[in-house]
């Protein structure tokens, strides 16, 4: 089992940039989430997903951020402008309904 | 409304010390539990959960927690801490289909 996949796994950009992160779940995972972590604020739901429909947008922070979830196998975290401030680590996890939760590795984006 | 709260933000132990972090959650409906660990600089992995039945679960790398319902508590204990259990450890509750995350508690073994 490869476990939830994320790409890239670093990413450096510049402010007003189009930043694109992406997940694939866990083959059978019918839940995908994605977490933003920071020092300052610690781990945030951004969104979570159930059967492809997002279910929860309330954690995004501005409309500065879209997630999409085109199939059962594939989703994108897109910020456009970046800002500094969204430099974080940003997690993908996949899980059945209300089930545990594994993560992937995470992308670490840096906005300068 | 769902909540998590973890009371010790830092603890510092020495190698062989017994470790106790405390976990409160809050929420009404049937309560599903989590200790997740995150090493530094990885991504958070579970290290044991209550759905139902005993309320003492086992987890990995010798961790244990008890699901204590008249206390809202799922405290995490480890009767001997190894340097490398160094990390950040985070409390969650289930709620309808996604967890909630307690601050974390950094977990610093001194050898």
Redesign the interface.
């Known amino acids: 089992d490869a476990g939830v996949i994320q790409s890239p796994r670093h990413e450096v950009t510049e402010m007003g940039q189009e930043v694109t992160l992406r997940c694939k779940p866990i083959s059978g995972h019918n839940?995908l989430?994605w977490y933003r972590q920071t020092m300052m604020r610690?781990?945030e739901?951004l969104i979570?997903f159930?059967n492809n429909v997002p279910?929860?947008d309330s954690g995004m922070p501005e409309d500065r951020f879209s997630a999409k979830m085109p199939n059962a196998s594939f989703s994108t975290l897109k910020i456009q402008p970046s800002e500094p401030r969204d430099s974080a680590v940003y997690?993908c996890?996949s899980s059945v309904?209300?089930g545990?939760?594994?993560?992937?590795?995470?992308t670490r984006l840096t906005v300068t | 409304a769902q909540s998590v709260s973890q009371h010790n933000h830092h603890v510092i132990l020495s190698e062989a010390a017994s470790l106790e972090l405390g976990c409160n959650y809050s929420y009404g409906g049937t309560v599903n539990l989590f200790w997740y660990v995150q090493y530094p600089g990885q991504h958070l992995q579970l290290l044991l959960k209550y759905f139902s039945g005993d309320p003492l679960v086992k987890g990995i790398k010798g961790f244990e927690a008890e699901f204590i319902k008249s206390k809202f508590s799922f405290n995490l204990r480890k009767p001997s801490v190894q340097w490398s259990d160094t990390a950040e450890y985070f409390c969650a509750v289930m709620g309808a289909n996604n967890l909630f995350f307690g601050t974390g508690t950094r977990l610093t073994v001194i050898p």
Do not use: H, K, M, V
Request: net charge negative; charged share 15%.
């Open positions: 839940s989430f610690g781990l739901l979570y159930n279910i929860d997690f996890a309904t209300r545990e939760q594994y993560f992937g590795p995470g």
